[in-house]
């Protein structure tokens, strides 16, 4: 049996690719929305290394990560609503919600999920800021054993 690659999968099977979700046929925008109050307060308060907003980390689908450190793949995803039946919460926004974290996850990505309750802890920014520390403490040291 021969295995083939996800992007030959999509070319040879397209309906069948489709219907799995490989294939993302919507028209989205590509153009990132206006960051929510809650991205705002998040901003206010990170004073960690710089952070990318709104980065799309899938290579085929738009998905995207609220904030992103690129070198160290760590993200963070602020979640609203979550007190009254928000997207993140209902059953069809959750499911796509964990799909979208497992694809991150998959693609070697650490993603920190936030509710507005963690934008009050220090603790939270202190716990991103060491991901970030130690991811990159660990690529550089990689990098070294490889040279």
Same mark, same amino acid.
């Given at each position: ?16 690719? *489709? ?7 919507? %028209? ?5 929305? &206006?960051?929510?109050? @809650?991205?705002? +307060? ?44 928000? *997207? ?7 499911? %796509? ?5 497992? &694809?991150?996850?998959? @693609?070697?990505? +650490? ?37």
């Amino acid at each position: 049996m021969k295995h083939m690659t996800v992007p030959e999968f999509i070319r040879k099977y397209p309906k069948q690719a *489709r219907e799995q979700g490989l294939i993302d046929d919507r %028209k989205r925008s590509t153009v990132p929305s &206006a960051p929510s109050k @809650l991205e705002e +307060r998040f901003e206010m308060r990170w004073h960690g290394p710089a952070l990318v907003k709104q980065h799309v980390f899938h290579p085929t689908r738009q998905w995207r990560l609220d904030f992103a450190h690129l070198a160290s793949k760590v993200g963070i995803e602020i979640h609203g609503g979550v007190w009254r039946s928000g *997207r993140h919460t209902r059953g069809s926004g959750f499911v %796509k919600d964990r799909q979208k974290m497992n &694809a991150a996850i998959s @693609l070697g990505w +650490r993603v920190f999920e936030l509710t507005d309750k963690d934008l009050n802890k220090p603790e939270t920014f202190e716990m991103i800021e060491e991901a970030i520390r130690s991811a990159s403490i660990f690529t550089k040291h990689s990098q070294e054993n490889h040279a």
